[in-house]
């Protein structure tokens, strides 16, 4: 079951992505993308780079827990956590230990010169999603290759947050209006759009707020929640408004200018 899930929540993401994807163009609730041929030809190819990173690097962090699971190593093994708390715990773990991660991306200047490339994006639609530079998904996998071991954190774990999170974050970048009722349900445990949104805003204010990448409660918990209506809000960094940072060669070397 958990194999299945992990085998095929990244079909699912897809299905998802392209779903969205069909409905805004449609009927787009705040963006109005100026060319969105052109926008979307950039973003798929930054996308295509992306997954194959992130299906190299996922690979590898299944390695890893299998290793650290044949050595019994990490927090919740030594502890004697039931396989099922494991994988609950799994969950809450990883995106607890990813949020101080996505802080520092923002408050260390030699990781936010990659995590920039995702901000970057002022014609923010679902296409953003995966708008990652690379090198980013290495630090971030290095990143969760420490904290995964010390955590203890098994496969089952693992494979539901990324189900989670490959959903949440197609969901989390549509240029869509979802209804009310799913954004303050769902929105009140899980980060919807609504929630994201403030994130990409070019107010430093809000860009610094609403890091987390799943539970909504570890932003309240930690004071980096805002309230704003989210259609006073503009999208993306005011230095790289212009068109040149936003072709296939000016998002790659983003990080070196």
Not at 160 to 171: D, E, G, S
């Amino acid at each position: 079951m958990i194999q299945q899930i992990n085998d095929l929540s990244p079909l699912a993401a897809i299905a998802l992505l392209a779903l969205l994807f069909t409905i805004e163009s449609f009927v787009p609730h705040l963006t109005h993308v100026a060319n969105r041929a052109r926008h979307t030809r950039r973003n798929a190819v930054i996308m295509v780079i992306a997954i194959a990173v992130n299906v190299a690097c996922g690979a590898w962090l299944v390695w890893w827990i299998g290793q650290m699971e044949a050595q019994q190593f990490g927090l919740m093994r030594w502890l004697g956590v039931a396989p099922a708390w494991n994988a609950v715990l799994g969950v809450l773990l990883i995106d607890a230990t990813d949020y101080p991660f996505h802080i520092l991306t923002h408050r260390v200047p030699l990781l936010w010169r990659y995590h920039r490339v995702h901000h970057s994006d002022h014609e923010l639609d679902s296409t953003s999603a995966i708008r990652f530079h690379p090198l980013e998904v290495l630090v971030l996998t290095a990143w969760q290759t420490m904290t995964l071991a010390l955590l203890g954190v098994g496969f089952a774990g693992f494979a539901i947050f990324n189900a989670l999170l490959v959903i949440l974050v197609v969901i989390q970048h549509a240029n869509l209006r979802f209804p009310e009722w799913f954004e303050s349900t769902v929105g009140a445990v899980f980060v919807t759009a609504r929630w994201h949104r403030v994130h990409h805003s070019d107010d430093r204010h809000y860009t610094d707020a609403h890091y987390a990448d799943v539970f909504t409660f570890w932003d309240r918990m930690f004071g980096t929640a805002r309230r704003v209506d989210e259609r006073t809000l503009s999208w993306g960094l005011k230095e790289f408004r212009d068109d040149r940072h936003h072709t296939v060669w000016g998002i790659l070397t983003m990080p070196f200018r």
